[in-house]
T-cell receptor, first 113, second 115 residues
Framework: DAGITQSPRYKITETGRQVTLMCHQT?????MFWYRQDLGHGLRLIYY???????DKGEVPDGYVVSRSKTENFPLTLESATRSQTSVYFC????????????FGQGTRLTVV | AQTVTQSQPEMSVQEAETVTLSCTYD???????LFWYKQPPSRQMILVIR??????QNATENRFSVNFQKAAKSFSLKISDSQLGDTAMYFC????????????FGKGTKLTVNP
């Protein structure tokens, strides 16, 4: 199916564990983004990528790692999960030509216990 | 730093009435795009309307329109004939053409449409 998909939709993990959130898009968009959404903070940018093998930090990158070996995939890894990383995570992609519109995945609700 | 400010955390409106959501932003870039996204309880992010900064004409999409004031760095959203289905979080966002190229969001406004 065409679009942008995140997996898993829900995840519960323990403090200190490593967890990876997956993001896959089928449009070959150049740009991809990871956000976390917390009450009172809106969407805060964690990392973004302008192309394969090009990534850059956003507003709240600490504790997260990203990679982009292929254009269509942009996984987000929490190296050692903390309770403060409990949040809803959104992946998005966009193309810088035309409408510049960003398309979002369904979100992943991550709970760190 | 590029920032987006939505000064109204919550708003409410009666069905069929008009409501305006405020947004201001800060950037040193001259070329950028502005967006309003809607997030209903389903959590899905949905594009409502977009505006290119180089266009003076305000964008409209059916019942949704914007008031774009580039000099004031203001980008408000007007919803006419409000419907119950408009109840959602609304986020203002922008991305620069060139520069840091980050898609930056405000904290959102929770809109409730009352019957």
């Amino acid at each position: 199916d065409a679009g942008i998909t995140q997996s898993p939709r829900y995840k519960i993990t323990e403090t200190g564990r490593q967890v990876t959130l997956m993001c896959h898009q089928t449009w070959s968009h150049s740009y991809m983004f990871w956000y976390r959404q917390d009450l009172g903070h809106g969407l805060r940018l964690i990392y973004y990528s302008a192309a394969a093998d090009i990534t850059d930090k956003g507003e709240v990158p600490d504790g997260y790692v990203v990679s982009r070996s292929k254009t269509e995939n942009f996984p987000l890894t929490l190296e050692s999960a903390t309770r403060s990383q409990t949040s809803v995570y959104f992946c998005a992609s966009s193309e810088r030509r035309g409408r510049n519109e960003a398309f979002f995945g369904q979100g992943t609700r991550l709970t760190v216990v | 730093a590029q920032t987006v400010t939505q000064s109204q955390p919550e708003m409410s409106v009666q069905e069929a009435e008009t409501v305006t959501l405020s947004c201001t932003y800060d950037t040193s870039e001259n070329n950028y795009y502005l967006f309003w996204y809607k997030q209903p309880p389903s959590r899905q992010m949905i594009l409502v309307i977009r505006q290119e900064a180089y266009k003076q004409q305000n964008a409209t999409e059916n019942r949704f329109s914007v008031n774009f004031q580039k000099a004031a760095k203001s980008f408000s959203l007007k919803i006419s004939d409000s419907q119950l289905g408009d109840t959602a979080m609304y986020f203002c966002a922008f991305i620069t053409q060139g520069g840091s190229e980050k898609l930056v969001f405000g904290k959102g406004t929770k809109l409730t449409v009352n019957p």
